[in-house]
């Protein structure tokens, strides 16, 4: 008998779990408290009103437009492929440029639109098929607009119209 006590006696123990549980409840009480604290606005967020939509706050800015005027650009209708395939685009679109521009702008409209024209000519249907084709070819038109006309002339082209039928 003596023998099998000291089996157990050698045997080791069970540690306790409870210490698991209690760090992992911290733990959980922790992130939940810090995500409740960045969420509100207490942490990093300053005033919790600034973040609160439609709560009607009172704490609003008054709008002041901003300094610009716009030169509207004549409508156009490009065609792609071939005439079988009857593909055509309608485009409009108004150029931002600073107040007292206007005439500077309108001075050289001619080759603004000469531009445009020939850039949109030289797509193809297929670059008009991506999600993100709008964005793309917006941005490569206003490059080409500032090309001719500086960046501090023209801040903004702003599409109106751009129907692909």
């Known amino acids: ?19 698991l549980i209690l760090a992992l409840v911290v733990a959980l009480a922790g992130g939940g408290g810090a995500f409740f604290a960045i969420y509100s606005g207490m942490i990093l967020g300053g005033d919790p009103a600034e ?14 437009p901003p300094d610009v005027a716009y030169v509207a650009l004549e ?10 395939q009857n593909k055509h685009l309608r485009f409009m679109a108004n150029l931002e440029v600073p107040a007292g521009q206007e005439g500077n702008v ?6 603004v639109m ?23 070819i917006r941005a490569q038109m206003l490059r080409r607009i500032q090309v001719i006309t500086g960046p501090q002339a023209v801040l903004d082209l702003l599409i109106v119209e751009f129907v692909v039928s």
């Open 51 to 64: 973040h609160a939509e439609g709560e009607g706050s009172e704490a609003h800015e008054e709008f002041v």
């Open 75 to 84: 409508g156009m209708t490009i065609s792609f492929g071939p005439p079988s």
């Open 106 to 111: 309108e001075a050289i409209k001619p080759r």
């Open 1 to 19: 008998m003596s023998e099998e006590l000291e089996a157990d006696e050698e045997a080791p123990k069970k540690k306790s779990k409870l210490p």
């Open 114 to 136: 000469d531009v445009l024209n020939n850039y949109l000519r030289a797509l193809r249907m297929e670059d008009f098929e991506d999600p993100g084709a709008l964005v793309r």
